[in-house]
C-alpha cells in the first residue's frame, strides 16, 4: 500500500513562479525525504527532514513537516526550466522494528516549469 | 550516477525465461534496495539487503530473488519472466543509521518481458 499521497499529481508554472507540493503520509515515521527524477532518469535525492524538525532549507528548496496532520510540503522558489521534472515523497516508517531504511514513495507530482 | 551502477540498462525477454539484474557499488554502503516503477504505483520496494548474505522481502516481492555475496553486488533475479513484470527496476544504496542520509539511485533497467 502506498505510504504517501501527493498533491497536485501535475502542476504547470511559469518561470519565476513558486511551485509547491505537498504530501500525506499514514503512519508514524523516522524521517520523510523528497526526490526529483527527470525524465529516463534515476531518483535524486533533495533533502532529508526528521521527525523532530518542521522545517528545513537548501537553496531553493524549502520543506515542512508537520507530524500532527501526517503531511510534508515542498516548496520550490523562483522556478526554473531545468526544475521540469517529477517530485516524489517517501517516509522512512517507524513502524515500531527496524526500519533498515526502507522507503515507500508516492506516486510523485509533474511538474512543468514553462520559460 | 556516481559510485552506483546498474547492468544493463535495457533488456527485452521472452516470458519463462529467467532473468537476472546487477547492481554495482562503489560507495561500500551497507544498504541496499531493488524497486521498481511502474505508471500509477510509483517506486515500490521488491527486496532489499542490510548486509553481505542478509536479505529480506519488501512490498512486492513475489516472482523475485535477490543475493549478495559481497558488499558491492546485489543481484535480482526474475526466475520466470511474466508480461506483468515488464518496468524499469532501480537499485539504491543508503548508509541508513550513519545519520540518515537519503538514497542513491542508479540510472535503472528498463525490462520488457515479451
Known amino acids: 500500500s502506498q505510504q504517501g499521497e501527493e498533491d497536485p499529481q501535475a502542476l504547470s508554472i511559469q518561470e519565476g513562479e513558486n511551485a509547491t507540493m505537498n504530501c500525506s503520509y499514514k503512519t508514524s515515521i523516522n524521517n520523510l525525504q523528497w526526490y526529483r527524477q527527470n525524465s529516463g532518469r534515476g531518483l535524486v535525492h533533495l533533502i532529508l527532514i526528521r521527525s523532530n524538525e518542521r522545517e528545513k532549507h537548501s537553496g531553493r528548496l524549502r520543506v515542512t513537516l508537520d507530524t500532527s496532520k501526517k503531511s510534508s510540503s515542498l516548496l520550490i522558489t523562483a522556478s526554473r526550466a531545468a526544475d521540469t521534472a517529477s517530485y516524489f515523497c517517501a517516509t522512512d516508517a517507524n513502524a515500531g522494528g527496524t526500519s533498515y531504511g526502507k522507503l515507500t514513495f508516492g506516486q510523485g507530482t509533474i511538474l512543468t516549469v514553462h520559460p | 550516477d556516481a559510485g552506483i551502477t546498474q547492468s544493463p540498462r535495457h533488456k527485452v525477454t521472452e516470458t519463462g525465461t529467467p532473468v537476472t539484474l546487477r547492481c554495482h557499488q562503489t560507495?561500500?554502503?551497507?544498504?541496499m534496495y531493488w524497486y521498481r516503477q511502474d505508471p500509477g504505483h510509483g517506486l515500490r520496494l521488491i527486496h532489499y539487503s542490510y548486509g553481505v548474505k542478509d536479505t529480506d522481502k519488501g512490498e512486492v516481492s513475489d516472482g523475485y530473488s535477490v543475493s549478495r555475496s559481497k558488499t558491492e553486488d546485489f543481484l535480482l533475479t526474475l526466475e520466470s519472466a511474466t508480461s506483468s513484470q515488464t518496468s524499469v527496476y532501480f537499485c539504491?544504496?543508503?548508509?541508513w543509521g550513519q545519520g540518515a542520509s537519503g538514497y542513491t539511485f542508479g540510472s535503472g533497467t528498463r525490462l520488457t518481458v515479451v
Open positions: 539504491a544504496i543508503s548508509e
Open positions: 560507495e561500500n554502503h551497507r544498504y
